[in-house]
């Protein structure tokens, strides 16, 4: 079997033993050591890279972007992603990296899934996704930089179903089996998404594409019987001439009571269905109907291409993949976090890219938009707590949050307003929530708020990065602004420290205003109001890094707010492993 494999075998032997299971179940909640892997180099956060996570997938080392063709099989967890195997920028002759978990937290790199070999291929092995077919048989769509430098869409299939880490893959013998059609440009026709059945068998599957002769992005609708031939439908499912080209779109239900996910092909009443395409570096979403027998997506709005289009995240968030976890029976997403520094320092570190924590997905109760919430598996690393009940921030108020490691933590705060008298006017529908976060435009003293916490702070607050609220008087109901301001994350210059900002869909009056950050050296992933709006962050402090990091909870409002409570973990780190054979 060879030396490695057998190494590989005793070490998720080992992983299955302290979870107290066997092979094909998933597992939440167990906690591993280092030495579990004796045979991995185990990655995070050190002095020599301190921008480096601990417990954020990251490839072991060069380029890495869009999350793909994430699945559960057999009760093994599998990701591929996009991995630049020649260098830390992005480049021909990308591959699909695959790592496997068993948790969604501790992960082992395998070989490479699929690397450019064939003329339809050659120069690259772009996006796409994973669908299991009947018979528990999984499929891999995928785009192919041919000869000619056209995207073409391809198809793999394991070579071995009984290997239970699917670790080679066999491309079909007459890719590609998609070609861009008439009008859609060449270079623009990419990233198919998880494939679904209709009430007639057939498969459908959306494309990403756009049309210069129409000006329009779209996603383009094939149909297949069999899997492997397809035939274009006529319309796109649903297209926008707002925006160009829509990259890595995704196409699901959810249902409209309940936090279960639903799978990919299923219909009826109780479910709406999600739009989702990428573009303008964010995800965009819209929901609404599907009626398969007219091939028509109804959405309920449309993007416009301006501040009030919904999204995933508000902050670095793109990309992004879901998948059906029949497990657990949820939706599960995973977003591609990019830097913030420059090219030049991504080659120095030898990385550049991350994956957000997965995220549970679903249809909040009023029906308007996603919540979405970090995956309870993620707390299974939660190690020493801090709890502070009840206490009251004056105006200017700052505290520490000691006891815990701030560069690598879990923290979840909860805000407790008085009466609401005379809050600030605003318009949401006309202001850009960005420009209200800005301190360059507006004071930083409102009656309330601004009201949060400081994470990756220096001891003196020369660094931090603010994540914070705002309360605001609308028509006929009060505004929540979340914002997550970069402007003073590093005293290092050359580099983005934007500033983000969300309007929160709660009612300040009605429930109390919860904040919970996950925080990991260099990138902060923040849920406002249970997950209603969601700001990832990247930052690169020079000062509070590892043990010189700091967290506070502030209030620069002239109001007084209460922290009815916080929660604040240290957190463990994850064991992400490589093979030699990676690097």
Not at 111 to 123: C, F, K, R, S, V
Not at 186 to 201: H, I, K, L, M, V
Not at 547 to 558: I, K, M, Q, R, S
Request: with cysteine; charged share 20%.
């Amino acid at each position: 079997m060879g030396l490695f494999k057998i190494l590989f075998w005793g070490i998720f032997c080992v992983l299955l033993l302290r979870s107290g299971i066997g092979i094909g179940i998933g597992i939440s909640g167990p906690h591993y050591s280092e030495e579990d892997f004796p045979a991995l180099e185990v990655t995070g956060s050190s002095n020599k890279q301190p921008y480096r996570t601990s417990y954020h997938f990251q490839s072991p080392q060069n380029w890495l972007n869009d999350p793909n063709g994430p699945m559960h099989y057999n009760g093994v967890y599998h990701l591929f992603y996009q991995y630049n195997p020649h260098g830390a920028v992005f480049g021909d002759g990308m591959v699909w990296a695959h790592s496997v978990s068993y948790d969604l937290v501790n992960w082992i790199h395998l070989d490479h899934a699929l690397y450019p070999t064939e003329p339809y291929d050659i120069n690259s092995c772009w996006s796409g996704s994973a669908t299991i077919l009947p018979g528990n048989k999984p499929v891999i769509l995928y785009t192919g930089i041919d000869a000619n430098k056209c995207q073409v869409q391809n198809l793999a299939t394991p070579k071995n179903l009984s290997d239970p880490l699917l670790t080679e893959w066999v491309k079909f013998s007459q890719n590609p089996i998609m070609i861009p059609p008439e009008g859609v440009e060449p270079d623009n026709f990419r990233d198919p998404t998880t494939a679904w059945q209709g009430p007639d068998g057939k498969w459908r599957v959306v494309v990403g594409g756009h049309s210069h002769r129409y000006n329009r992005g779209m996603a383009i609708l094939y149909h297949s019987v069999d899997f492997f031939h397809w035939t274009k439908y006529q319309d796109p499912l649903y297209s926008s001439e707002v925006e160009g080209m829509w990259e890595c779109p995704d196409f699901y239900p959810v249902y409209i009571n309940g936090t279960n996910g639903v799978d990919t092909s299923d219909l009826g009443p109780d479910v709406k269905h999600v739009m989702k395409a990428s573009f303008n570096s964010h995800d965009y979403y819209v929901l609404g109907n599907y009626i398969p027998e007219k091939e028509k997506f109804l959405p309920e709005t449309h993007f416009t291409g301006g501040f009030l289009d919904l999204r995933y995240d508000y902050g670095k968030f793109y990309a992004s993949k879901t998948f059906f976890d029949n497990v657990k029976s949820r939706r599960i997403l995973w977003g591609w976090v990019n830097e913030s520094d420059s090219t030049k320092d991504d080659i120095q570190k030898g990385w550049s890219g991350l994956q957000s924590i997965p995220r549970q997905v679903w249809l909040d109760t009023r029906g308007k938009q996603l919540v979405q919430w970090p995956i309870e598996e993620i707390d299974a690393l939660r190690g020493k707590r801090v709890s502070i009940h009840e206490k009251k921030l004056k105006k200017g108020s700052v505290f520490e949050v000691s006891g815990i490691t701030a560069s690598q933590a879990d923290v979840e705060v909860v805000f407790e307003l008085p009466k609401l008298e005379r809050p600030e006017f605003i318009d949401t529908s006309s202001v850009d929530p960005v420009h209200l976060c800005d301190n360059k435009h507006e004071p930083i003293n409102h009656r309330f708020g601004p009201f949060g916490l400081y994470a990756l702070a220096a001891k003196d607050l020369t660094e931090r990065t603010s994540i914070f609220f705002r309360i605001f008087r609308g028509h006929n109901k009060h505004v929540v602004l979340m914002c997550s301001d970069q402007s003073r994350s590093s005293l290092r210059k050359n580099m983005d420290k934007s500033t983000f900002g969300a309007f929160v869909d709660v009612d300040p009056q009605q429930e109390k205003i919860s904040l919970r950050s996950l925080i990991d050296h260099s990138i902060v992933e923040s849920f406002g109001g249970g997950g209603s709006a969601c700001i990832t962050s990247r930052v690169y402090p020079k000062l509070a890094i590892d043990d010189e990091a700091h967290l506070f909870v502030f209030n620069n409002g002239t109001m007084n707010v209460t922290v009815s409570k916080l929660n604040a973990w240290s957190m463990n780190r994850a064991l992400i492993g490589h093979q030699d054979s990676l690097i």
